[in-house]
């Protein structure tokens, strides 16, 4: 990538992530991050759609460091990178998460149910087969994210590992 379009789209990513924390995405407008990244209108557009083309990517981002090349690992292990992960990247996440924009739940609880769900079901749930497993499924991926939740309000007072504890206890 040209390193012009990539310092440009570092700043339009930049001030969107500001304008996020200080405003929230709902207030928001494009105006706004075109003015706080310093670029012009035609930039914006050549770059991004929209700011819900610039949420997509985020949440891309995102997702994908999380979850990709982590099949293998056992679910806590998994549960610990992804808590470390949220910590690292608090400022992208907790104004989406405690917001409650729609499209980032939306896109987080379609990888919880594709990458979380089915080790959580086959190492904790194994005594709850009997239930209906769209039940579990939504078991699983609101309680994970009402525990981050919950974490970002307590702001992270426990470590990831105690909070993965947290987590498998809640769902056995």
Not at 55 to 69: A, I, K, N, P, V
Not at 91 to 113: P, T, V
Not at 133 to 147: G, R
Request: aromatic share 12%; charged share 30%.
């Amino acid at each position: 990538m040209d390193r012009r379009i990539a310092k440009t789209k570092r700043a339009i990513f930049q001030a969107f992530l500001t304008l996020l924390n200080d405003k929230g995405y709902d207030e928001m407008r494009v105006q706004d991050v075109i003015d706080l990244a310093d670029v012009g209108r035609s930039t914006f557009y050549a770059h991004y759609a929209s700011k819900e083309a610039l949420l997509e990517e985020l949440c891309h981002d995102l997702f994908h460091h999380l979850f990709t090349g982590r099949e293998d690992a056992d679910v806590k292990t998994l549960l610990v990178h992804i808590f470390k992960h949220f910590r690292t990247n608090q400022d992208r996440i907790a104004s989406l998460l405690l917001s409650r924009n729609a499209y980032f739940l939306r896109e987080l609880e379609a990888e919880l149910k594709h990458d979380i769900f089915p080790k959580v079901a086959e190492d904790y749930m194994q005594d709850k087969r009997n239930l209906p497993e769209d039940l579990l499924v939504h078991f699983v991926v609101t309680t994970f994210v009402e525990t981050v939740s919950w974490w970002l309000q307590q702001r992270k007072k426990v470590d990831e590992a105690t909070l993965t504890d947290y987590y498998v206890r809640l769902l056995t």
